[in-house]
């Protein structure tokens, strides 16, 4: 099975960047999603990574170390807007279904 | 805007009912999957459709459940007896199988359930 780990709840001040780790342990690696979260609305999609290292995609990049079972979502120049749950997701090899962390509740304050 | 639509969007109703929700998915996903998500955790998997054969369902779905999706578009989620622990929020999603795992998921704004 899977064991995904990310922190419960963060704060950050609006214009700050803020890091959301996620580490995890699982039966082969397949690849891993981050997705965001705004109270009562759906997941949308952020980023995907398969391969070491960074893929920067605007404001949001993310970050992956497979041998270290880690990845970590980086959010920069926060706005107001930003606040929402943020979901790291793992899809183990051989399947299609990725597994959910908890997520992390984003707090961003004036 | 053709998302992922889910119906009802809420639904309230007495244990031991029987409730059914319906989601259609974007029209050229081939993929589609059911989650169930409670309040401060992230969407547990139920189960998972490739066109209209069912692939896949989680240890969760107990024999309460049963999903269909006759016709490899829409599909439907139904709980028989419903008790108060199936009070969740329902999310559907859909995705294209085109390089295997790695294509997002496009989520619906999920049907909440409530038991009384």
């Known amino acids: 099975g899977q064991n995904i780990d990310q922190p419960t709840e963060m704060t950050a001040t609006e214009g700050a960047i803020v890091q959301i780790n996620c580490t995890y342990q699982?039966?082969?690696?397949?690849?891993l999603f981050w997705y965001q979260q705004h109270a009562g609305e759906a997941p949308t999609f952020l980023s995907y990574?398969?391969?070491?290292g960074l893929e920067e995609k605007g404001r949001f990049s993310s970050f992956l170390s497979r041998s270290k079972g880690y990845s970590y979502l980086l959010l920069k120049e926060l706005q107001m807007k930003d606040s929402a749950s943020y979901l790291c997701?793992?899809?183990?090899?051989?399947?299609?279904?990725?597994?959910f962390g908890r997520g992390t509740s984003l707090i961003v304050h004036p | 805007d053709t998302g992922v639509s889910q119906d009802p969007r809420h639904k309230i109703t007495k244990r031991g009912q029987n409730v059914t929700f319906r989601c259609d998915p974007i029209s050229e996903h081939n993929r589609l999957y059911w989650y169930r998500q409670t309040l401060g955790q992230g969407p547990e998997f139920l189960t998972y459709f490739q066109n209209e054969a069912q692939l896949e369902k989680s240890r969760l779905l107990s024999d309460r459940f049963s999903a269909e999706r006759p016709k490899g578009s829409f599909s439907t989620l139904e709980i028989q007896r419903t008790e108060q622990g199936d009070s969740a929020m329902y999310l559907c999603a859909s995705s294209l199988a085109q390089t295997g795992p790695t294509e997002p998921q496009h989520f619906g704004d999920g049907t909440r359930l409530s038991i009384l």
């Open positions: 997701a793992v899809t183990p090899r051989g399947s299609y279904i990725p597994t």
């Open positions: 990574n398969v391969l070491d």
């Open positions: 699982t039966s082969g690696f397949n690849g």
